[in-house]
């Protein structure tokens, strides 16, 4: 029995000694710029992580490695040559990119080794992830860029012009989806406003054949009104700004000067439409005037937009009725209804364009599928957002980033740990911010806020906001994500998200998950006599009747939640690599760090628990890349080389006596050794390692975090100490095509674990001038 002073005593004593560590780390400021990877800060805490960080930051150095996550830094300003082609040639070409500095180009290069070696699974996607601009953006056009270099071929001549083209086209998707999809806000001057994964698509040379662009939930509100101080999107500014580049690219990726025309008549209609403005007819019974100075601009309107000025008018201030096969009624509307629907025209107008443009650019850049086999896949979403007032639109694009940070959590943070276990390490669970209740709150059936949102939009009555609200509270006061602040004046409701709590208000919320659409502005818009502007229109349904007769409702959480699902799926299928972007200040000024803002966004992603599960795993601990005595299989080749070159794999029970009785218990308890502790040189006891790699068509390999890492350095390891005055050489198809092997290739997929195996040691050095091959292969064979 202890007392509970006791307790508080021990704690009160392990809280000093840990600030006592942690003062002493910070002692020497000097070094602090020096920890590329945060798995050597010791002891890991918000403080030592956050001050390392600033150290680096001060220093102009913006990359750091966090385990298996990579941190971005933004500079908020240029840095000459930090991804010139020199560079990517640097990663591209070094042997061990990881030893490198910390670089996104590291993470590019892991990515595509990865699928050189095809390493299951051999698909990859890059997670680029962070809050409104932290560097997203440019993150994912770096990412790109360096594919497009490095996978590019320059030995098919007779090929080389198509597949620079390829490349271009591919690169140039980049200006012309940032020019219609982002805009300058408060928070950040390129901010992505839709989200977007890219598959770019490489043939069985690893070579870049072509991509493909998948986007998500445009924020097409923006082309009819603003937040204060912030802009529309960028095509609409750029008469003056970047405009050359845009058009440049649509030349590469084939939209030609009429298509062009097309798109900026329309544009420009849309400009025009968005000057008009309505007034109260002195006759109620009697549609809306147009003020004045709106008469030119409504004439304009309709010249770019190709249709008749009189409908133009007439379906903006009138509402056409039908009751069955009764004949149309027509009904005045409000002076508010006349805004909506002139709101209405314009954003759907501009979807449209958008969704064509996506469209014609995977036309463009798409390489038929007969021709590439994998992809990597860079994925851009809007960072987390929380403003003033936050309605719909923040919260599908909060919900993106949860799903989100779901996966990390689940593929590293648990599964890692989980993983640890299994290879019977002594494991304490690491404890991490797990969002499931969040989610559950958002995406939950029949009772989360999508659900209850979607079942009062299909009921046929006038959207209330204060009664949605109360029904909120009465399905959802259990789940401890949601509260309400009692005293507000605007029905609203506030999640705690794992970035932070946000209010959402509810009022127009109904309305934009329903986005309606006018049936009379549909069927103005078909007959318009630009090309481009009728083909957006001429196969769309204006009432949107189901086979009955029946209006079918298609909500847009529905439509995002379903297309966000199908980005899951495919993120789970891939191999992942995670960058995470940080904003140090809010400003967006160069070179300002925010102690405050920082560590916020470092403890809502789950930066600092990531660090503590890599530094705790054995492989992230040592250094992987030096020589074969830092890896947990060590092959001594000093005099005992001589001894396994002649033994036969079935004679090799006589060896066992090798083995340091003091080592066996630890590989019995775990098949994996630490070897800070251990004399040199020694040997331990595990799976030929060098034979079974080189050969195997197929590898599942379960080992840590970098175990395809260490995999890698062991395969080095054997061909520079093993084989280097041999006629054999073990080599993995990482890094070059085909396999070589000194044994023939056993049949099906070998597992590599580290558990103790009947197979005690591999005919490292055999003579090539025997006969045949002894129980090599059996014994492999026998047991996968």
């Known amino acids: 029995w202890s007392s509970p002073l006791s307790g508080l005593a021990h704690r009160k004593s392990l809280n000093d000694s840990l600030e006592g560590e942690v003062k002493a780390f910070l002692l020497d400021e000097g070094q602090l710029h020096t920890y590329d990877d945060l798995t050597k800060v010791n002891p890991v805490t918000p403080t030592t992580v956050l001050k390392c960080l600033q150290a680096r930051y001060r220093a102009k150095v913006f990359y750091t490695h966090a385990g298996c996550t990579l941190v971005a830094l933004n500079p908020f300003q240029p840095v000459p040559d930090l991804y010139s082609l020199d560079v990517m040639k640097e990663y ?6 990881q ?32 809050e409104s601009g932290a560097g997203k953006t440019w993150t994912s056009r770096c990412l790109m860029k360096y594919y497009a270099t490095v996978a590019a071929s320059s030995s098919l001549m007779k090929s080389q012009d198509t597949v620079e083209r390829i490349e271009k086209r591919v690169l140039d998707s980049n200006p012309i989806m940032e020019a219609f999809g982002n805009a300058c806000t408060l928070r950040n001057s390129n901010s992505s406003r839709f989200g977007k994964y890219i598959q770019l698509q490489l043939n069985r040379s690893q070579l870049l054949v072509g991509a493909s662009v998948q986007t998500y939930l445009l924020e097409k509100t923006r082309v009819a009104g603003q937040p204060a101080n912030e802009r529309n999107f960028h095509i609409f500014y750029q008469a003056k700004d970047c405009f050359d580049e845009t058009v440049e690219a649509m030349v590469h990726l084939g939209i030609n000067a009429e298509k062009q025309g097309h798109i900026f008549r329309i544009l420009a209609g849309l400009l025009q439409l968005g000057n008009v403005t309505f007034c109260s007819a002195m006759d109620e019974s009697q549609p809306c005037d147009l003020e004045e100075k709106s008469k030119d601009f409504m004439h304009r309107c309709a010249s770019l937009l190709c249709v008749p000025v009189e409908e133009l008018q ?5 509402q056409t009725l039908r009751a069955g096969k009764q004949s149309a009624l027509f009904k005045p509307c409000s002076l508010a209804d006349c805004s909506v629907r002139r709101d209405c025209l314009a954003k759907v107008i501009y979807a449209q364009l958008f969704e064509w443009l996506v469209t014609f650019i995977n036309d463009s850049i798409c390489a038929d599928h007969s021709t590439w086999c994998n992809f990597i896949g860079l994925l851009d979403v809007y960072g987390f957002e929380c403003f003033q007032v936050n309605n719909l639109e923040q919260l599908c694009i909060n919900y993106a980033n949860e799903k989100l940070q779901q996966h990390f959590v689940a593929h590293y943070l648990k599964a890692q740990q989980e993983e640890y276990v299994s290879e019977g390490l002594e494991w304490s669970f690491v404890k991490y911010q797990d969002n499931q209740g969040c989610l559950d709150l958002i995406e939950g059936i029949p009772t989360g806020v999508f659900s209850l949102l979607n079942e009062e ?11 949605f609200r109360v029904r909120l509270e009465k399905e959802l006061s259990d789940n401890g994500s949601m509260s309400w602040d009692k005293f507000s004046k605007q029905p609203h409701f506030t999640v705690a998200h794992y970035a932070g709590k946000v209010s959402y208000q509810i009022e127009g919320m109904m309305e934009k998950n329903k986005d309606p659409v006018p049936p009379e502005l549909i069927h103005l818009l078909q007959k318009s006599e630009n090309p481009l502007l009728h083909q957006l229109f001429a196969d769309r349904d204006p009432v949107g009747q189901g086979t009955r007769g029946l209006r079918q409702v298609v909500t847009v959480v529905s439509k995002f939640k379903n297309s966000l699902e199908n980005l899951m799926k495919i993120l789970h299928s891939t191999t992942p690599h995670y960058t995470r972007c940080i904003k140090p200040n809010t400003d967006c000024r160069p070179l300002t ?13 789950g930066i600092v628990e990531t660090i503590h599960i890599s530094a705790a795993g054995f492989p992230i601990r040592k250094s992987w890349y030096r020589s074969c005595d830092c890896t947990d299989f060590v092959f001594v080749l000093q005099a005992l080389m ?7 794999l079935d004679d090799a029970e006589d ?22 502790s251990i004399q040199d040189p020694v040997m331990v006891r595990g799976w030929p390692m060098g034979l079974a790699l080189a050969s195997a068509p197929t590898i599942t390999v379960s080992m840590t975090a970098t175990g395809f890492q260490k995999m890698m350095s062991v395969m080095a390891c054997l061909n520079e100490h093993c084989f280097r005055s041999g006629d054999y050489k073990v080599e993995t198809n990482q890094f070059k095509q085909g396999v070589a092997s000194i044994r023939a290739q056993p049949r099906g997929s070998i597992k590599l674990h580290y558990q103790r195996s009947p197979l005690l040691y591999a005919d490292l050095h055999p003579d090539h001038k025997r006969d045949g091959v002894t129980g090599l292969n059996q014994i492999l064979l026998e047991s996968t």
């Open 99 to 130: 030893e490198s500095k910390p670089h996104i180009f590291i993470v590019a290069e892991e990515a595509y080794r990865n699928v050189q070696g095809q390493v299951e699974p051999v698909n990859q996607s890059l997670v680029v992830s962070g």
């Open 314 to 318: 007439t379906c903006l201030r009138v």
């Open 593 to 605: 760090f925010k102690k405050e803002e920082v560590i916020m966004q470092l403890e809502a992603c």
């Open 655 to 676: 060896l066992q006596e090798a083995m340091p009785t003091e080592l066996d218990p630890i590989l019995r308890a775990r098949g994996s050794v630490q070897l800070s």
């Open 92 to 97: 591209h070409c070094a042997p061990q990119p």
């Open 457 to 467: 939009c299909l009921l046929n009555r006038a959207s209330d906001a204060k009664q």
């Open 642 to 648: 001589d001894s396994l070159a002649e033994a036969e």
